[in-house]
Nanobody
């Protein structure tokens, strides 16, 4: 089995920064894709940022230029640096890892970490 553990959420004022971390552990040979989704109050879960093992990234338009995703493949860890945070970034942020690109059953999710942007 694979475990996904997120950390780094919290309360921050508008314009502030937070860094989320996510570590995957367990029976892992390699991870194709890791990244972050979020679900705000009364909203559907949406993509925030993803990164594949070769370094390619994908960002939601709403976070481009403010958020940066990075990975440490040796540690099976992904990070999300969030700058210039806005109240609309308030959400539970979920990390995922997909081990094989063609296999949705190889996708694992964390429990989520709360990010609240408020003055």
């Amino acid at each position: 089995q694979v475990q996904i553990v997120e950390s780094g959420g919290g309360l921050v004022q508008p314009g502030g920064s937070l860094r989320l971390s996510c570590a995957a552990s367990g029976r892992i040979l390699s991870i194709y894709s890791m990244g972050w989704y979020r679900q705000g109050p009364g909203k559907q879960r949406e993509l925030v940022a993803t990164m594949i093992s070769t370094g390619g990234t994908n960002y939601a338009d709403s976070v481009k230029g403010r958020f940066t995703i990075s990975r440490d493949n040796a540690r099976n860890t992904v990070y999300l640096q969030m700058n210039s945070l806005k109240p609309e970034d308030t959400a539970v942020y979920y990390c995922y890892a997909r081990l094989r690109p063609w296999d949705t059953s190889s996708e694992y999710w964390g429990q989520g970490t709360q990010v609240t942007v408020s003055s």
